[in-house]
């Protein structure tokens, strides 16, 4: 039976239960100990977490809107809208409205915030692969087409909108 038939899924077995559960469980605990891996490193060069995304984000992708932001980092409209305003007030990141549509607000890094990203991405993409020393690139590789995977079919049973760049 399938649900495209118009009937409900069979109920998920014990065994998909348990894997499903401690795949979570494996997922958020890596999550936590590559944070800490990269943690320290980034609050001794005066960053959150979240202020890097930010800055990282614009490093490789140039100027975006704001919401484009909040999308790629996976946070909330109001924390983008305060961590934008923190690293405007650093002078780290400038907003820029649209030329053409003056709703539209761009993001965009500072002569600043470019030397500050261009010193602390070689040590954080360092601490990274430190962090992830115990498994193979096949591994690494492998990990990184499942995890993309498992994120497009959860997004798509949320009905999230789904990008080129997903």
Do not use: N, W
Request: charged fraction near 30%; hydrophobic fraction near 40%.
């Amino acid at each position: 039976m399938t649900a495209k038939a118009g009937r409900q899924p069979a109920p998920a077995s014990d065994g998909d239960r348990a894997a499903t559960l401690q795949l979570i469980i494996a997922l958020g605990r890596a999550l936590q100990a590559l944070e800490r891996a990269v943690g320290r490193h980034l609050s001794q060069s005066g960053l959150s977490l979240t202020e890097f995304a930010v800055l990282e984000v614009l490093y490789h992708k140039g100027a975006l809107r704001l919401g484009e932001i909040r999308d790629r980092i996976l946070v909330t409209g109001a924390s983008t809208t305060y961590v934008v305003k923190k690293l405007e007030d650093r002078g780290l990141m400038r907003r820029r409205t649209c030329a053409q549509d003056s709703r539209v607000v761009f993001g965009e890094l500072t002569a600043k915030g470019r030397a500050l990203i261009d010193d602390v991405f070689p040590a954080h993409v360092e601490r990274l692969q430190q962090a992830m020393a115990g498994l193979s690139v096949s591994q690494k590789r492998e990990a990184s087409r499942l995890l993309r995977a498992l994120s497009l079919h959860a997004r798509r049973a949320t009905g999230e909108r789904i990008t080129e760049d997903d």
